[in-house]
């Protein structure tokens, strides 16, 4: 059983190492994640600096040059290290969201579906309301109602994210406690806990697996969507969203504070999605042949 | 049939039992003080606490759920702490604007996505099979609301073609719906390719095209009736989720529907029109889910009602 499992994950990595997508996508995160990593290093300027010389002669941005590499924005601060250090948020964001919604929808998922009956019932039900709240009008009430912080955006991302997660599980679950493998565990006197974490968390973590990979881009997204809306990581702190925002209304004369913030966001997403598609097919090579 | 709509209906009025009780959780633990908020900074004491009173701000939690609840029923959903509107008022009078859009949203969608899907299903492997993957991914990788700033950029300063934002003629409506629209299409266009050539390997397919129908009437006939099934399917839940989704394309165009009502409402503290936006939106999801489930049935018989 060990050894079958083994090489079925040897199988997975061996399909995952063909996949160009999984090439460029890996590459796509790589190139974020040590822009985040780095940023202190990278980043020529201290992003909320101000410099005298970043502001044209009329006091307009300065387009990308010399000394200013992606240009200054309104205030004259250095577009590319705020760019740089707008990644950590992100990602930082971004992560600790989806470790947490895969934690709790894992877990509420697995008991929903291991248990059924009455606490199926009530799980579901909360999954059922969560999810008929349109994503970024439940993020903007709750950012009304608790004053925006890193903390409030991962809880909002966090409490978007999970319902649709629990349900896979749980729809997995229902398959694999019908097997005869449970019964025989149970027969012997595994209790609940032992059953549900050793027998079948190992075939729902990879569901959970690929969903994470897929909805880590889209978290990207709705952070960067709340971070534009003015509800996210709070300015001064640098993030693409509010660096969009501010470029808004001034985009006619600098129209670099657009595009820069938002061809980052897209590499991030593109990795993120491109990585979770070539997961998925890696995983279950029964999908990428109905493609 | 009469049974499967009650217990809908009963689920339905369970959700929304739930949606209601998160949003009242949501204002009561608002911050601020919504009667200082709306008699203004200066005024005195007494005048606030005769606010809250009248409010109902000082009654016991569970008093004021009850009320809640009893009014929202009634369609009550409160009033604007800034102008002292109905909450509902207010939404009525928003909700043309972001159901034009939404609508429009849905046609661009639907406009590229099914002559795509089409193609691709006819020709695996061709460039339009090629390019619905192409941008389904940029598709879902572009945030709407930077997309909705480069289209403004490009096409509405660089090239001014279009104006820049605003809301009246169809010129206005035309970058938001396309932006809006954009990134669902290629999604729509997958969906087809893949209900299509699942359709196709069905045994009255093969019989059709024996018995000598030419391709394009197999095609229209026997192969979209039923590929399209899961396409309409989408287009219900898509519609729910472009009434609340389009709160960004609303605040980026500066088109005056509900979600930059919302959105604004932020910025005044305007609790009662936020929760009251949210709520109705939750609330059209939760019916556009059962009409599409209710639709689904009417138009393939094959769904069976007896699994609940």
């Known amino acids: ?291 | 049939m009469i049974g499967y709509l009650i217990r809908r209906l009963v689920g339905a009025a369970g959700v929304i039992f739930g949606v209601a009780t998160i949003t009242f959780i949501m204002v009561f633990l608002m911050p601020g003080d919504a009667a200082r908020m709306y008699a203004g900074p200066r005024a005195p004491e007494e005048t606030v606490e005769r606010i809250r009173e009248l409010w109902g701000l000082n009654d016991p939690l569970p008093v004021q759920y009850v009320r809640y609840l009893g009014r929202a029923v009634q369609g009550d959903l409160g009033n604007s702490t800034r102008d002292s509107r109905p909450v509902l008022q207010a939404i009525f009078e928003r909700l043309p604007a972001t159901l034009q859009l939404a609508f429009s949203g849905l046609l661009v969608e639907l406009l590229i996505g099914v002559p795509l899907g089409i193609l691709a299903a006819l020709r695996p492997g061709s460039w339009a099979d090629g390019l619905t993957t192409f941008l389904s991914l940029i598709g879902i990788s572009i945030p709407p609301f930077a997309l909705g700033l480069v289209a403004l950029y490009l096409f509405g300063f660089l090239i001014p073609i279009f104006p820049l934002g605003g809301y009246g003629t169809v010129l206005h409506l035309i970058l938001p719906a396309l932006v809006l629209g954009f990134g669902g299409s290629a999604f729509y266009s997958r969906v087809l390719r893949n209900s299509i050539l699942d359709v196709m390997g069905d045994d009255y397919i093969r019989t059709a095209k024996a018995k000598g129908v030419s391709p394009r009437w197999v095609l229209l006939r026997h192969i979209l009736r039923n590929a399209l099934l899961p396409v309409v399917t989408l287009a219900g839940l898509d519609l729910a989720l472009l009434l609340g989704g389009v709160v960004v394309i609303e605040a980026v165009f500066g088109w005056p529907g509900i979600g930059l009502q919302a959105w604004t409402a932020i910025r005044n503290q305007d609790t009662p029109i936020i929760m009251g936006t949210v709520l109705f939106a939750s609330i059209a999801v939760v019916f556009m889910n059962m009409l599409v489930d209710l639709l689904y049935i009417t138009l393939d018989p094959r769904v069976r009602l007896t699994k609940g």
């Open chain 1, 1 to 291: 059983m060990v050894e079958l499992q083994k090489k079925q994950n040897r199988g997975f990595w061996t399909r995952l190492w063909r996949l160009p997508r999984a090439w460029v996508g890996g590459a796509l995160i790589l190139l974020v994640g040590i822009g985040a990593l780095l940023a202190p290093v990278l980043a020529p300027d201290d992003p909320l600096q101000q410099f005298r010389d970043g502001l044209s002669d009329v006091g307009t941005p300065l387009p990308p040059n010399g000394r200013f590499l992606l240009g200054t924005d309104h205030l004259g601060r250095d577009i590319w290290s705020r760019t740089l250090y707008g990644a950590q948020i992100s990602l930082f964001v971004s992560l600790v969201a989806n470790i947490t919604a895969s934690v709790f929808g894992t877990l509420v998922g697995m008991l929903a579906g291991y248990y059924s009956g009455i606490i199926d019932t009530i799980l579901m039900r909360v999954t059922d309301v969560l999810l008929a709240f349109p994503a970024i009008l439940l993020a903007l009430g709750l950012a009304a109602v608790l004053r925006p912080s890193v903390s409030v955006v991962v809880v909002i991302l966090t409490v978007i994210t999970w319902p649709a997660l629990a349900r896979l599980v749980r729809s997995q679950v229902l398959i694999v406690r019908e097997r005869a493998f449970i019964e025989s565990a149970r027969a012997s006197g595994a209790q609940d806990g032992y059953i549900m974490f050793w027998h079948i968390l190992p075939h729902t973590i990879t569901v959970t697996i690929v969903w994470v990979t897929l909805s880590f881009a889209s978290t990207v997204l709705v952070e960067s969507s709340l971070s534009f809306l003015g509800v996210g990581v709070p300015l001064p702190t640098s993030t693409w969203g509010n660096m969009i925002a501010e470029g808004q209304s001034r985009y006619r004369i600098a129209p670099w504070m657009i595009f820069v913030p938002t061809v980052a966001i897209i590499i991030t997403t593109l990795g993120f999605n491109l990585l979770g598609d070539a997961v998925r097919d890696a995983i279950d090579p029964r999908t990428s042949l109905q493609k």
